[in-house]
């Protein structure tokens, strides 16, 4: 009794979540991968937070239309009035960059956390009660997983018309098996703790077990696919537009300006290289976000990751 | 004793399927609970002990049903409860129960106060100040010290025993009719288990519970219980007080397991050991269950399943040797030793009638065996 006695003496403490944050913040940070990804993705913030002083739309009802000087098909390389050169029809690059960046985080975030709510109820349902209800929600998952994503992307783009609000959301209907499957499996294991039967036998109704007793202990792997999603989904996004999906010419969109130029790829027989900048800087932009994205993941699963975290 | 029975099982059947076979755990279990007692259900693993309990809770897992039998328990039967609206009125607020293992019954993410508190305003529809009070009467009760500070605490600030208390807080909170211990003890050390044994001891006095104490420690049993079940292979072979199953065993699988206790047996001796396996669950059992392992079964043991037949009034057996037309087949050794301290009445507990007397009788069955 006595060694009981002289445990009580401690301070009631934080929170567990709170405290397990603050030691994964400090393994965060003292990884120079996480400080360059946390550095990119900031960076990006800013930009995307800043736009309007960054970028003075020039007309302010309508920001995410790039500013363009004539008609001239021509791209224009970078110079004094258009940093970054223009793309063909004179638009800023710049510009498109800076407008751009808002997009590129609406896609991500929008995409992803919208998986995410989804992801949780279905795996939450098909995890908790087992069943028949599971085994429908995993077989349409396994439908899902079946047909390659960028086909039946493409495809129900076409169906819903082109434009990114499209894109965004058929990538909010792809998404979700990936995340349901994470969850499920999580609660499968948390579902037959001892906490979970006794919170049971003291008469406490299934939603609120779910809701109470288990999301809070399974949701750790789930923010880690989540964080490492984010890029990928940009990607797909940007591969979309590309291929012409996504919105029309004008439009601050990364995909979009990267699509514009294919034309451009390749310059003139007497300078192969002449319009570099047309392809490298949107898609130097897409790349960099991505890894920022990425790296972040790789840090959070380096940290949440119980096989990765080492104490 | 009082003597009325609170929780009447009479023939209960319960199967799982698994992969499409049918797995009969329970095959006419019946058991009487008398309200204010300590009822001790024994037996080996796979004998069915758990699944009992739990189908007393409507707690069996997903691919397990009740197929007949019936569990009165205040005039209806639980064994007809399908809706889990029906069940969420009895689990935790007229039976409640404690698992096993202290270290994962608690949820580490919630502040232990909390985690009782759930429960405690659920069934006593309290508001937030009024079940906090109950919480904290409920942890000074069970022996936790400075209940203020241990309510804020996370379960992974306590002690295997201070988490064991909590759990017992968490089930007694809404002032259960009757507690079901799921193997409380098994998890913990040996002198913490003393200590939550006298715990649930001294509140099943104090809040005037019934309790069902599951346990294959027969030494438990002794210290705890004034009456005792012995289950095997699905079903209830034997019941009466303490004093008589451990004293005058009838069932030959009762002699079997006390025959191979250690402390019963003699110095310098081969300890017993039952040979064999239990019968496999999946295959319907002809006959008395544990014939095929028993030296001693006869013929009828192999064709016909015992009835039950009744030794006093407290006490029953289902095996042919209390048939008037059996042989008399001459018990184990330590049976008849058993028996002999008995007869002698030199020690041995009380009989039950004595309430809390009668669990103090109880230790000296384990001193008495030594």
Known sequence: ?311 | MSGETILEVRDLRVSFSLRGRRLTALRGASLDLRRGETLAVVGESGSGKSVLAKTFLGMLDRNGRVDSGSIFFDGKDLAGYSKERDWLAIRGKRIAMIFQDPMTALNPLKTVGEQIREAAALHRGLDRAASRAVVLETLDRVGIPDPELRYRQYPHEFSGGMRQRAVIAAAVACRPEILICDEPTTALDVTVQAQILDLIKSLQRELGMTVLFITHDLGVVASVAQRVAVMYSGQVIEEGTVREVFYDPRAPYTWALLASLPQLGVKGEELYSIRGTPPSLFKEVVGDAFAPRNPRALEVDFRFEPPVFPVSDTHWARTWLLDPRAPRIEAPETVRRLRARLARGTDGPETAGGGGAATGGGDSVQGGAE
């Open chain 1, 1 to 311: 009794m006595s060694n009981e006695n002289a445990q009580i003496i401690e301070k009631p403490s934080a929170h567990p979540l709170w405290k397990e944050f603050a030691f994964s913040m400090k393994r965060l940070f003292k990884n120079p991968l996480t400080i360059i990804g946390a550095s990119i993705i900031l960076f990006f913030l800013i930009l995307a937070i800043f736009a309007p002083l960054l970028a003075p739309p020039p007309r302010p009802f309508d920001p995410y239309l790039m500013p363009h000087k004539g008609w001239d098909m021509t791209p224009s390389p970078p110079s004094a009035d258009n940093w970054l050169g223009t793309l063909p029809s004179q638009y800023d690059i710049l510009y498109g960059i800076i407008w751009g960046t808002r997009n590129a985080f609406r896609i991500g975030l929008a995409v992803v956390a919208a998986n995410l709510i989804v992801g949780l109820i279905l795996g939450a349902l098909a995890g908790y009660f087992g069943g028949i209800v599971d085994e429908i929600i995993m077989r349409i998952a396994d439908i899902f997983y079946a047909i390659p994503t960028l086909v039946m992307a493409m495809a129900l783009v076409v169906a819903i018309g082109r434009g990114l609000t499209s894109i965004v959301l058929v990538l909010i209907i792809l998404g979700w098996p990936t995340y349901t499957r994470v969850i499920r499996s999580d609660i499968l294991v948390i579902r037959n703790m001892d906490y979970i039967m006794a919170a049971r036998a003291s008469g406490v109704s299934h939603l609120r077990i779910i809701m109470r007793h288990i999301m809070p202990n399974s949701v750790f792997s789930i923010i880690i696919v989540a964080s490492m999603n984010v890029g990928v989904t940009i990607l797909v996004a940007a591969a979309l537009s590309f291929l012409g999906l996504g919105s029309d010419t004008g439009y601050a969109d990364w995909g979009a300006m990267v699509s514009t130029c294919r034309d451009f790829i390749v310059g003139p027989p007497e300078n192969r290289l002449a319009y570099w900048y047309l392809v490298f800087i949107p898609g130097f932009t897409i790349a960099l976000f991505v890894l920022g994205w990425n790296l972040l993941g790789d840090a959070i699963r380096d940290v949440f990751d119980p096989r990765m975290r080492r104490r």
